[in-house]
């Protein structure tokens, strides 16, 4: 069967070139027997690992048994769960099709089923990398997280966003697991600052890379208009053997329009490009307290000490998230759980604009303020700070691995600025 033919049976066609790339790679691939995650124990084993209620199995079930007797939609499942997870790229099925003329209301499990599937995937993958079953257990719970996301686009429907799924790749590829709030990805850092510790009082320091390109704010603009280009600036840092100067980033998430030079006999280069980073994402459902915050941050600074000694991480580190925009202390409340986070941690600037990240708050693509749903404080305070015309951003963040222990006491801002740089 081709794609074409496969998609043609069950109403699908218009999506043909977002399904037709690695057809025959996955057909080749796919079992004589059937698709085995939609034999029902399967089904039933997966979503126990998910963390799903037993009273999905009704709905998992059914729709597991409509793909199983047919033959199109078969060939389809095997070609996207092989397109997720072995591919050799990750590749996108945001445009695939739901099938209502098949599925009705339930195209929302096709992809559902095919999540689910990582968990054979992932089992073996943290067995191989000695990762214990709690552990594997707790990053089997983000398809879980992703139906909270697709709830609500589809209110009362079981799914996953299309435009999230193919994420779940990188779990079985990548050391990449959950660990209490938080999901932690383990591999080098790929650049955008640089971070100093003074090697006698311990303060800490971020510089921008050389040439990164400032508004008159200290903000990084993507895409900003020619007038607030020409009202900016750009950062500097040369590195020589005796010092280092640089643009400095306050650690409430702005860059400074000053230099800095820090001697090399007093201050060490701790974070560069190629060591390694805990990279943070942040899993849908459930509230940011600072305690499980906290708790989980301290939880990877020591899971991975023990199990990654090989590898030792620079920094616990998000390179990039609306939950890191710093203005969201502008305009949420003071005591609010992703304002004291974000008092807790050094924050930094990353070129962002538009409407970064506002799908994960507001589920629509394209974001339109005026359709924007207003159901939740977090929605109205989102749309109330854009109405009056500020900008959105997104941000970036880091904590050392040996500061988790004092998280909670917003020791970067209360250590800043360093002493001795005229800051
Ligand atoms: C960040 C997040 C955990 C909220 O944390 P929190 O502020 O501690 O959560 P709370 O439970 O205190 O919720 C505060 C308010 O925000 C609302 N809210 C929480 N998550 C929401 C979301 N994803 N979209 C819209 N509103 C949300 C809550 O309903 C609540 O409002 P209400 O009292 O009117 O119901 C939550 O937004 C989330 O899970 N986001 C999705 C994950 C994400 O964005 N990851 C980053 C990707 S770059």
Partial sequence: ??????????????????????????????PSGGVPFLDSEAVRSNREWCGFPAAVDTVLLATAARIRENPALSALIWHCAWRVYDAPEAGSVGKWPLFPQTLGADGGVFYLLVGLSIVPRLRAHHGRLGIPEDVTRETCQQPRCFCGNYDRQHPGA???????LG???????????????????LRPFAGAVQVFRHCDTGEVIALAENGARFDRDGYQPRDADP?????????VLTLSRGSVTGTPLAPWGKALRQSVTLSRTDWKRILGRGDWILQIHIPAGGAMTRDDVNHSLRRAAE??????PDKPVATIQCTGSWIYNPDLERFLPADANLVLHLRDVYLYPIASGGTDGLWFIFFQDPFDPASAPRDTRLQRAVLDWLGAGNTWRAGGM????????????????????????GL
């Fill in 1 to 30: 069967m081709t794609a074409e033919q496969a998609l043609a049976a069950v109403g699908g066609l218009p999506a043909l070139e977002h399904v037709a790339p690695y057809w025959d790679e996955s057909m080749a691939a796919m």
């Fill in 158 to 164: 079981l799914g996953i966003p299309l435009n999230q």
């Fill in 167 to 185: 994420w779940l790749r990188h779990y079985t590829r990548e050391v990449y697991l959950r660990l209490g709030r938080f999901e932690y990805w």
């Fill in 227 to 235: 007038a607030t280009l020409a009202a900016g600036w750009q950062s």
């Fill in 303 to 308: 899971f991975f000490a023990s199990h990654f």
């Fill in 398 to 421: 880091f904590v050392l691995p040996e500061h988790v222990r004092r998280l909670g006491t917003t020791s970067y801002r209360d250590r800043w600025p360093p002493q001795g740089l």
